[in-house]
């Protein structure tokens, strides 16, 4: 059974710094890619970021280009979110999300909650 | 910017069928957009339903489909029940990583 498990969400400060993580089992994480997508409260899903099996490309969305950098270690089956320059609107719930073959999302996590706050 | 368009509700009576769209801007969905469709309740993390256009996940029911259905991808439940009441996302891959969702449609069932 497919698992990804979330953690590192909380208050931070405008300005300041987290850093989320993705434990992941019951697949090869090493064999796909992931992402990361987010929901502002009472919003919408929004596309974060992106990484190929082998963490050699990132894709990022706009929004978070320049302050977020996607990261993954294959070894420990993490998937890592280092979020920098949080700004209010970053507040979400930020879930893990494994990769389909077709440019999907495949299998989701539940989610870390992100505060952004003074 | 790209928008991703999509109902903001509908409305459906148990047993009966609904179509939901995911349209673009300015020009059509085609099958080269993999549009895929995601099931949302209160609460929870979002479910993949259809993927690739018109593959239902694992263990999707088979009242849940999905098409081109003209200049839209669409998503069409047949035989609507109240376990279907939620909030249904499209997302469309616009290549070099990046996907756009759409900003959702909730559907009642009643």
């Known amino acids: 059974e497919v698992q990804l498990v979330e953690s590192g969400g909380g208050l931070v400060q405008p300005g300041g710094t987290l850093r989320l993580s993705c434990s992941a089992s019951g697949f090869t994480f090493s064999g796909y890619a992931m992402n990361w997508v987010r929901q502002a409260p009472g919003k919408g899903l929004e596309y974060v970021s992106d990484?190929?099996?082998?963490?050699?490309?990132?894709y990022y969305a706009d929004s978070v280009k320049g302050r977020f950098t996607i990261s993954r270690d294959n070894s420990k089956n993490t998937l890592y979110l280092q979020m920098s320059s949080l700004r209010t609107e970053d507040m979400a719930v930020y879930y893990c999300?494994?990769?389909?073959?077709?440019?999907?999302?495949?299998?989701w996590g539940q989610g870390t909650l992100v505060t952004v706050s003074s | 910017q790209t928008v991703v368009t999509q109902e903001p509700s509908f409305s459906v009576s148990p047993g009966g069928t609904v179509t939901l769209t995911c349209g673009l801007s300015s020009v059509s969905v085609s099958t080269s957009y993999y549009p895929s469709w995601y099931q949302q309740t209160p609460g929870q993390a979002p479910r993949t339903l259809i993927y690739?256009?018109?593959t239902r996940s694992s263990g999707v029911p088979d009242r849940f489909s999905g098409s081109i259905l003209g200049n839209k991808a669409a998503l069409t439940i047949t035989g609507a029940q109240t376990d279907d009441e939620s909030i249904y996302y499209c997302v469309l891959y616009m290549g070099s990583g990046s996907w756009v969702f759409g900003g959702g449609t909730k559907l009642t069932v009643l």
């Open positions: 990484i190929s099996v082998n963490g050699g490309s990132t």
């Open positions: 999300v494994k990769r389909g073959g077709w440019y999907n999302f495949d299998y």
């Open positions: 690739n256009t018109d």
